[in-house]
């Protein structure tokens, strides 16, 4: 079974804190990505990534930014953390950008 | 997250009953879906999936039905069970970099 692990379940942050979040998978697979959920709006994607230092802007990339130096580790970095950050944030892997992302627990973030 | 079912439509049902859950999606292009499920507190969980050369797939207790014309999207689920409650969603391959985009979910309540 594909695993996929966030290292947080639940995080409070202070506004202008610089915020990673980390995200390991373990089915070598090339595409790492990064979403925020909210209430009545889904899930919009952040950032995501088809392979080691390589990273492409989501729909929503402005705040984050993002770290993919091993193939199995996808970091989500939140430079200056800020109260309309405050959401669930998951991460997801696939084999490729076009098949089914297999989706860790998430990490609610609060930002006070 | 514990409150991705707010402000979604609500299907409710009686254990025992069969579940139709519906979704439209908005790329005629799109030659790709997939059902996910999503429960209190976790990430989405994998369901079933469905190319657009095909109209029907089924999986255990649960099918997936493609109606390309008019950009729908169905899953039933037979037998629903407590286990069942959660919210679900549904994906689309269509997004302008080929990555999935998620429609917003229905929150399936089951009644014992």
């Known amino acids: 079974d594909v695993k996929v692990t966030q290292s947080s379940r639940y995080l409070v942050k202070r506004t202008g804190e610089k915020v990673f979040l980390e995200c390991v998978q373990d089915?070598?697979?090339?595409?790492m990505f990064w979403y925020r959920q909210d209430p009545g709006l889904g899930l919009r994607l952040i950032y995501f990534?088809?392979?080691?230092?390589?990273?492409e802007k989501g729909d929503i990339p402005e705040g984050y930014s993002v770290s993919r130096e091993k193939k199995e580790r996808f970091s989500l970095i939140l430079e200056s953390a800020s109260t309309n950050q405050t959401s669930m944030y998951l991460c997801?892997?696939?084999?490729?950008?076009?098949?089914?992302?297999?989706f860790g627990q998430g990490t609610r973030l609060t930002v006070v | 997250g514990e409150n991705v079912g707010l402000h979604l439509p609500t299907l409710s049902v009686q254990e025992g009953d069969n579940s139709i859950i519906n979704c439209a999606y908005s790329?005629?292009?799109?030659?790709?879906f997939i059902w996910y499920k999503q429960e209190s507190g976790k990430g989405p969980q994998f369901i079933i999936d469905?190319?657009?050369?095909?109209d029907k797939r089924q999986g255990q207790r649960v099918t997936v039905l493609l109606n390309k014309t008019v950009k729908h999207l169905s899953l039933q689920i037979a037998a629903t069970q407590p286990g069942d409650s959660a919210v679900y969603f549904c994906?689309?391959?269509?997004?302008?970099?080929?990555?999935?985009?998620f429609g917003k979910g229905t929150k399936l309540s089951v009644k014992p």
């Open positions: 997801a892997s696939s084999f490729s950008p076009y098949t089914t992302a297999f």
């Open positions: 089915m070598d697979h090339e595409n």
């Open positions: 990534s088809y392979d080691v230092k390589m990273k």
């Open positions: 790329n005629s292009a799109s030659d790709y």
């Open positions: 469905i190319r657009s050369n095909m």
């Open positions: 994906a689309e391959r269509g997004g302008s970099q080929g990555n999935l985009i």
